[in-house]
């Protein structure tokens, strides 16, 4: 499955975080996000705390809301 950090991206400006505070609240390098984006993946262990930091379900961050709605 490939990861849609548009999701993350807009959860970041939604929140106004930046890419490098949500770096520094999952205990990472700004530029492990940039690797991890620009593979579409990430350790599922991240995808756990975005949801926790920005309040909203994993599927959500996934691009999975929208389908399961549908």
């Known amino acids: 499955m ?5 999701n ?3 959860e970041c400006a939604r929140n106004s975080y930046t890419i490098e505070e ?3 609240m ?3 390098e700004r530029k492990t ?3 991890w984006e620009s593979k579409k993946d990430f350790p599922i262990s991240y995808l ?3 949801s926790q930091i920005f ?3 994993t599927d959500e961050l ?3 809301a929208s389908i399961v709605e549908a």
Not at 2 to 6: T, Y
């Open 8 to 10: 993350i991206r807009a």
């Open 26 to 28: 999952l205990g990472i």
């Open 2 to 6: 490939e990861i849609v950090f548009k």
């Open 55 to 57: 309040h909203v379900p």
């Open 62 to 64: 996934l691009g999975l």
């Open 33 to 35: 996000f940039y690797n």
């Open 22 to 24: 949500l770096s520094d």
């Open 48 to 50: 756990v705390k975005m």
